[in-house]
């Protein structure tokens, strides 16, 4: 079955810098990936979709890649600020393509 | 619009009591979501409506778990014979089409 990992542990970063991370999947290649924001106790909020002709894409200062060879999107965000502090999902639609298989998320620490 | 909205927030309830959720998704979005998310996990997939028709279940969806839309606006969702494990924010969606989708603040419920 389709597995989907991102990095379990919190990443802390320093305002400013750039946040780069990791989403993995296993098995077959999906459609697309989706990349959510969610804060404590709200639910997730989209954020961008990537298909799976495309390499890049961006969004003010969110870029997301995806790589079909690595098997791997990675998403970046630019200049970072502590209100950037959340948990991050990636998710790729499930077989069928009518729902959405999530990752653990990873958690982003901001710090001023 | 305001969004997919959820009620309750919070619900606590004992072993044993069922339990009903609602969800109100954006007017025009034809398709209907549940998840379940515990902590430190991603949205798990619960079931999916297009219009009133249930068209997916989850396999680890226990028949103690039913979810209707009957008209295909508003779904609920009930839990009988609540279990402690089933403690956990229930997160509903709308959507429509396959990709971006809207999520509702979740309702979370802790049984005793």
């Known amino acids: 079955s389709q597995k989907i990992e991102q990095n379990s542990e919190a990443l802390n970063i320093q305002e400013g810098k750039t946040a780069t991370l990791t989403c993995n999947y296993t098995n077959y290649s999906p459609a697309y990936l989706q990349w959510y924001r969610q804060d404590p106790g709200r639910g997730p909020v989209f954020l961008l979709l990537i298909r799976e002709n495309e390499k890049e894409k961006r969004k003010e200062r969110l870029k997301v890649t995806f790589d079909t060879t690595l098997k791997q999107s990675l998403f970046h965000i630019t200049a970072s600020q502590p209100a950037d502090s959340a948990t991050y999902l990636c998710a790729h639609p499930s077989s069928g393509y009518s729902t959405l298989t999530f990752g653990k998320g990873t958690m982003l620490l901001v710090s001023p | 619009d305001t969004g997919v909205s959820q009620d309750p927030r919070h619900k606590i309830t004992k072993r044993g009591q069922n339990v009903t959720f609602r969800c109100d998704p954006i007017?025009?979005?034809?398709?209907l979501y549940w998840y379940r998310q515990t902590l430190g996990q991603g949205p798990e997939f619960l079931t999916y409506?297009?219009?009133?028709?249930?068209?997916?279940k989850s396999r680890l969806l226990s028949d103690r778990f039913s979810a209707e839309r009957p008209k295909g606006s508003f779904s609920t969702l009930e839990i009988q014979r609540t279990e402690q494990g089933d403690s956990a924010m229930y997160l509903c969606a709308s959507s429509l089409d396959e990709t971006e989708q809207f999520f509702g603040p979740g309702t979370r419920l802790t049984v005793l």
């Open positions: 007017s025009e979005h034809n398709r």
């Open positions: 409506f297009q219009n009133e028709a249930q068209l997916e």
